[in-house]
């Protein structure tokens, strides 16, 4: 039944312009009586407004939260001014989704506004907004959001990434390479990059692709961290411009080339090594004339403490020998095992005479130390110096006919190589 006072009020034109909105409006009194009802209520809530109308609100929504939407009421119609209400659930008025499918929600999302009919002192208008999308796009985003965060979570633990500022000091560090360096977040912000061993940030810059800085890093311990080093596209915010390098752990990669490029024994180089070192050397004085001599050393009667003090004495000797050739040659000097008890010295040297005297150095050091368990020890000595466009094979077969010659005459000598084939008329 329709009560008297909404009767008088709700007039024809006003239940149609009500009726056309995309709102829901209903008009109740102070007890929550439904009064006005609109074509959207109706078809939300489906509800009819003559079954709505005269009915208590709580009659019709069992689950209304009745007590705060009274008070709300109250409060709007005391201070005769607009009040809100915003519904634990997200709705007032259950309303089911049809789209429930792909939606976070299975209730429409409902604003709801509660103002003083100002024609009606008594009475309140509702309104309810349906602002599902909204919400929808709000949950929607904080979904994503906190995808990202995940992602960055993930990233930052587990690749290493530096920021840094135009000047070269960092700015930030991520959490792998903090815990890769055991560097301290606070002490290492502003500290220049060079200072850290990272080279200047222009060279990271300038690097292509194929051709990235490693750099050995010092840990908070001493030890070193290789790393290759790329840089990033940076980010430009208020407060400047920030450059990102991004940090590839290449540790073990160089412990294995250092490896690979050693004999194991003796811990000097390999022959495969000594192969690319003079092929370096060749390159160096095609392009800049730096001039260099091979030295090919051999022991004498090498076998011998092998058969007179077994294999492992032989060892010991091989261990010993590589140690005093490298106190024995110049730190800029390339030594390298080139099988059994034959060893190569790459020398930087200007001429002929020089490489000889080197050699000699050798061949007295190596007489005059003395060789537990064996006693004394010498070595025969082949040196040849390289003629412009020799090719590395050439250079060595000289130095090794040398080397023959020095065992025919004697052993514990040092021969020169014949000149090479350019070299001669
Ligand atoms: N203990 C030990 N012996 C090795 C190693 N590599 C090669 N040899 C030995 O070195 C010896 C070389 O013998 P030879 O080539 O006859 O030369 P040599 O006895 O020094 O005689 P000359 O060179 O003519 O003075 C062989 O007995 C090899 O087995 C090694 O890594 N350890």
Redesign the pocket.
């Known amino acids: 039944m329709q009560p008297e006072s909404s009767a008088r009020r709700t007039t024809p034109l006003m239940q149609s312009i009500a009726d056309q909105l995309s709102s829901g409006i209903l008009i109740v009194d102070p007890e929550l009586t439904v009064l006005a009802w609109n074509r959207w209520m109706t078809e939300h809530a489906e509800i009819d407004s003559e079954t709505a109308i005269g009915q208590r609100l709580e009659t019709l929504f069992p689950d209304l939260p009745v007590a705060t939407l009274r008070r709300r009421v109250k409060a709007a119609l005391q201070l005769q001014s607009p009040s809100y209400l915003q519904p634990r659930k997200g709705y007032l008025f259950p309303v089911t989704l049809d789209r429930i499918i792909d939606s976070h929600f299975a209730y429409m999302q409902q604003r709801i506004r509660i103002l003083p009919d100002e024609n009606e002192p008594h009475n309140a208008i509702i309104v309810v907004d349906d602002v599902t999308a909204t919400r929808e796009a709000e949950a929607r985003a904080a979904v994503a959001a906190k995808a990202s965060q995940r992602y960055l979570e993930l990233i930052d633990h587990n690749v290493m990434t530096l920021g840094v500022d135009d000047d070269g000091h960092v700015t930030r560090a991520s959490s792998a390479l903090l815990q890769a360096s055991g560097w301290n977040a606070e002490t290492l912000c502003g500290t220049p990059l060079d200072a850290l061993g990272l080279g200047q940030l222009e060279a990271h810059q300038k690097a292509a692709d194929d051709k990235l800085p490693e750099c050995p890093v010092l840990r908070a311990d001493g030890s070193t961290l290789w790393v290759r080093v790329r840089k990033a596209q940076g980010l430009e915010d208020e407060e400047g411009y920030e450059h990102y390098l991004v940090l590839q752990d290449i540790s073990l990669q160089k412990e294995i080339q250092a490896l690979s490029e050693r004999d194991a ?1 003796t811990g000097a180089y390999n022959r495969m090594k000594f192969d690319q070192l003079l092929q370096a050397a060749i390159s160096a004085e095609e392009r800049y004339g730096q001039q260099f001599a091979v030295i090919l050393c ?7 403490i ?1 058969d007179n003090h077994g ?1 492992l004495a ?2 010991s000797v ?1 261990k010993q020998f590589t140690a005093l050739l490298r106190t024995q040659t110049r730190l800029s000097d390339q030594l390298a095992r080139w099988g ?2 034959e060893f190569v010295v790459l020398l930087p040297i200007v001429n002929t005479q020089d490489a000889a005297a080197a050699a000699e150095k050798l061949r007295q050091a190596i007489a005059t130390e003395n060789w537990p368990p064996i006693g004394k020890l010498s070595a ?1 000595f082949g040196v040849a110096f390289h003629a412009p466009n020799e090719s590395a094979d050439s250079l060595l077969d000289r130095a090794d006919v040398a080397l023959y010659r020095a ?1 025919e005459e004697g ?1 514990n000598r040092v021969c020169i190589a014949e000149p090479a084939d350019s070299e001669r008329d």
């Open positions: 024994l051999d022991i004498d009667y090498f076998k011998r092998n294999h032989g060892d091989l059994g008890e025969s065992k052993r």
